[in-house]
């Protein structure tokens, strides 16, 4: 499980990506309209654009993924710790966050040093262990 830092850069990547598609699809089908209704329409034989309901069809489902993300990026936002939260409040639970680290680090210490304890000892049997089994010999 990502942060919800990362989570949100995730989500705002994928909609930057969600909006070039839409954009990059609607330039590349489009069908062309002339500026001006007395101009002939212009014409490409290598251009074959989508029916106007197949378009429209498209155009409705990319706007669903944007309003979808965007929707995603909102909640996120939304659940970010500090959202509705006063500065001092937010003070107060970093410090005590920094009391519980330096517990928590301190706990390490002492499991680091049993463990370091522990394995001197385990040498000295294993030594012990050695020594007794070459003098038997």
């Known amino acids: 499980m990502t942060d919800r830092l990362t989570q949100l850069q995730l989500c705002l990547d994928q909609l930057i990506d969600i909006l070039f598609s839409a954009l990059s699809y609607i330039d590349q089908n489009h069908d ?3 500026l001006n209704p007395a101009d002939p329409k ?3 034989a ?5 029916t106007e309901h197949e378009f429209r069809s498209s155009q ?3 706007s669903t ?8 990026i909102l909640t996120i936002i939304d659940t970010l710790p500090g959202v509705g939260v006063n500065k ?6 970093i410090q005590n966050l920094r009391i519980e680290l330096n517990k928590t680090e301190e706990e390490k210490r002492q499991a680091i ?4 304890n522990l394995l001197d000892f385990v040498n000295s049997l ?3 262990v050695g020594e007794s089994i070459a003098t038997t010999r």
């Open 42 to 44: 212009a014409t490409d």
């Open 113 to 116: 040093m049993e463990k370091e």
């Open 60 to 62: 409705q489902e990319l």
């Open 46 to 50: 290598n251009h074959n654009p989508p």
């Open 88 to 93: 001092k409040q937010q003070m107060e639970t």
């Open 126 to 128: 294993i030594i012990q």
């Open 65 to 72: 993924d944007i309003i979808l993300k965007t929707r995603q």
């Open 32 to 34: 062309s309209v002339p």
